[in-house]
């Protein structure tokens, strides 16, 4: 569409223009995109010869990559920035792109054309990652439904297609229904015992919102520390229905955004798509692009851990329940009081508590000192750029770069909560590594928070659990950014196992406990004076506070997530199933009400379906990774070069045990997971 050619979106510029993108645009260039990318493919179809890399793959890859970088900022916009403008539109692309990429699964030409070319010569004279490349690639076809003919074709690109739209309105329930759920309160007495900056930031939300006194909300910088401190119990339990109701058909907008309906269809036709394929079930589909060999072993990794966590987990409810009872009088907890007298029995054994903490983590400070580790780990540099035009006024870029200035990749940071912005943190794709001819394009992330944004004129500080998720993105940025794969599809976390993809992000969390880490990014916010030793002290002996019933609640996740996989079929009662689970697993049981499957965004949205374990069995490896550095110190330059070198650097281009094989010199061992989370004591040497 010659109109639209000059769009910003098209534009192959260093960096998406975002504040030139326009809803009215977004269509209208994705159908530009994809119009090219249909021209790149029938030109690779019209080759003639035997299909080589630089005539079949070369081609395929710059495809891809390209399409991903138009896409790119409309998701990410979508993400942070919503407005009905563009959900509408983004809605619109959905159908097309799910069209488009399920037809080139199913290209039964492209497929024979790759089938032709991995059984020749030019195979066999490619490079290890290279050959990769072109075995994903015959995976993902036969996963994409090549093999299907007729019937069985059109309806497996049916449910592609309405799988996407499906997962987008489950998000958009889930945002909505967080953001459509407000509280004022006029009595700031009535919030007895909620921390100053929380109700500081009540009191600007409420400004913002036009409406009197305080504002509390859904959004975890104002739900967290409602929960965790406020004196009212009526007031606790009044949030907490409302959160552990989202999007459901309970609680106060009932139906209003309820997700019941589209989570049921998602299972169905996931099934019924693993079906066609010839899988057992969805589980079995979803394995194919793991670590995890079966069903079955990733049921007893789970179990295992159960069994190890639950008298320890156990043994902390008990002593939870003790207290509230014998320092408050408190008969029987319930759901909402949990994090309440936890936090104080926090106090009563350690002297501490998150917001005591707060003030010692000014953002800025944060991040900058999480640059200054990894830039000592990893022998890399990262500045600020402020001519670099974002999607809003908090939002920072950085550039990193080798020790010797060579340009390795660039971050957007955005780390505040704000309106219209998806909750949870994450990292995301901008652009990625690829190399064109001599020169190299380097690869560009998102990294996104959402933390208590600042108040008035004071600088806005972050408790100690909020550093612990920046450093967690942050090492998925890393992963993304550091890589040395010219190839797409395998380049930073492209092609790399996704039970094996949160090895970089939970391995980086382990310096947020470490002294020589805490100094660079730590000082008062008003004073500067440094994090004092005993509150440091302290700090790192709270750290495994609950960590049995903190194990449990993951692994309750991640077994209904799997089971629900594996064994849904329509009139499954959800519902029961985490029920069932949690009789099984869990010391804690939520009430009847408590809707989470309905807000469970990470397995009906967000990319790990069968696959929530993924957390848990990357845990064995990012604390086995990390008890490399116990062995010898936390800034240790060797094994810093060597964790950059085998693991980040290698992107999807070997498997993920081969690169974790590399640097530790062994397959990984679960005793330092345990001995982290506190679960089982260390050795007797080590204790020593």
Same mark, same amino acid.
């Given at each position: 569409m010659p109109q639209h050619q000059h769009n910003p979106l098209l534009l192959a510029a260093p960096l998406p223009p975002f504040a030139d993108i326009r809803a009215q645009h977004v269509v209208p260039a994705i159908e530009h995109a994809l119009a090219q990318a249909q021209a790149t493919l029938d030109e690779v179809l019209r080759a003639s010869g035997t299909p080589g890399w630089a005539t079949l793959i070369e081609p395929m890859e710059a495809m891809g990559e390209r399409l991903d970088r138009v896409w790119s900022p409309v998701r990410h916009l979508h993400a942070v920035v919503d407005t009905p403008e563009l959900r509408e539109a983004y809605q619109a692309c959905l159908p097309l792109l799910s069209a488009f990429n399920t037809a080139l699964s199913q290209n039964t030409a492209l497929y024979q054309a790759y089938r032709s070319f991995a059984s020749g010569p030019g195979y066999t004279a490619l490079s290890a990652p290279q050959r990769r490349v072109v075995d994903n690639a015959l995976r993902d076809f036969q996963l994409g439904g090549v093999a299907l003919q007729g019937a069985q074709r059109e309806r497996f690109a049916a449910i592609q297609t309405r799988l996407s739209d499906l997962a987008s309105r489950f998000s958009n329930n889930v945002l909505d229904a967080t953001q459509a759920w407000s509280l004022s309160v006029a009595d700031e007495g009535a919030l007895a015992g909620v921390p100053a900056s929380a109700l500081a930031a009540a009191r600007q939300s409420a400004r913002e919102a036009g409406v009197p006194g305080l504002r509390l909300t859904l959004d975890l910088p104002c739900y967290l520390p409602v929960m965790a401190y406020a004196e009212d119990a009526a007031l606790r339990k009044r949030l907490y229905e409302a959160y552990a109701t989202r999007a459901s058909d309970r609680g106060p907008d009932a139906g209003r955004f309820d997700n019941g309906p589209l989570l049921h269809e998602i299972l169905v036709l996931r099934q019924e798509k693993a079906a066609l394929l010839g899988f057992a079930n969805y589980a079995c589909y979803s394995l194919e692009r793991k670590m995890a060999r079966s069903p079955d072993e990733v049921l007893a990794f789970l179990r295992d851990l159960a069994v190890r966590s639950r008298a320890v987990a156990q043994a902390e409810l008990d002593e939870l329940t003790r207290f509230a009872a014998q320092e408050h009088g408190v008969a029987s907890l319930a759901a909402w009081d949990i994090p309440y007298y936890s936090e104080k029995l926090k106090r009563r054994r350690f002297d501490i508590s998150q917001e005591d903490l707060r003030p010692y983590f000014p953002v800025h400070r944060v991040i900058r000192g999480m640059f200054d580790i990894v830039e000592r780990l990893f022998a890399i540099r990262i500045r600020d750029r402020t001519d670099v035009v974002t999607w809003h006024r908090h939002v920072s870029f950085h550039e990193i770069t080798d020790a010797d200035g060579t340009r390795l990749g660039a971050l957007y940071l955005d780390p505040f909560a704000r309106a219209s912005k998806r909750g949870g943190a994450w990292m995301d794709v901008c652009r990625t590594r690829m190399r064109r001819g001599a020169k190299v394009q380097t690869p560009v992330a998102y990294l996104t928070c959402n933390?208590?944004?600042?108040?008035? &004129?004071?600088?806005?500080?972050?408790?100690? &659990?909020?550093?612990?998720?920046?450093?967690h993105e942050f090492g998925h940025g890393l992963h993304h950014l550091l890589t040395q794969v010219d190839i797409p599809s395998i380049a930073g976390i492209g092609g790399v196992e996704w039970d094996a993809v949160e090895l970089p992000s939970q391995f980086l969390e382990n310096w947020c406990y470490e002294p020589e880490a805490l100094a660079l990014i730590s000082a008062h916010h008003v004073s500067g004076e440094p994090l004092?030793?005993?509150?440091? &002290?302290?700090?790192?002996?709270?750290?495994?506070?609950?960590?049995?019933?903190?194990? @449990?609640?993951?692994?309750?996740?991640?077994?209904? &997530?799997?089971? @629900?996989?594996m064994e849904y079929q329509p009139g499954l009662d959800v519902l029961a199933l985490l029920d069932e689970v949690r009789n099984e697993v869990a010391v804690l049981h939520p009430p009847e009400f408590n809707r989470f499957a309905y807000a469970f965004s990470h397995i009906f949205s967000g990319g790990y379906a069968a696959g929530y374990y993924s957390y848990k069995w990357a845990e064995v490896l990012s604390s086995d990774a990390y008890a490399r550095f116990e062995e010898s110190e936390v800034f240790d330059r060797d094994a810093g070069a060597d964790f950059r070198r085998e693991i980040l650097e290698r992107g999807g281009e070997r498997d993920a045990l081969a690169c974790f094989v590399a640097f530790r010199g062994r397959e990984p061992a679960i005793a330092a997971l345990l001995r982290h989370s506190g679960i089982e004591p260390p050795p007797a040497a080590d204790a020593a």
């Open positions: 933390f208590t944004p600042p108040v008035g &004129d004071q600088p806005a500080t972050i408790t100690h &659990d909020e550093v612990t998720t920046l450093f004092p030793a005993t509150l440091l &002290d302290r700090l790192r002996a709270a750290r495994n506070f609950q960590s049995g019933m903190q194990m @449990l609640r993951q692994v309750e996740f991640a077994l209904f &997530d799997f089971r @629900l996989h």
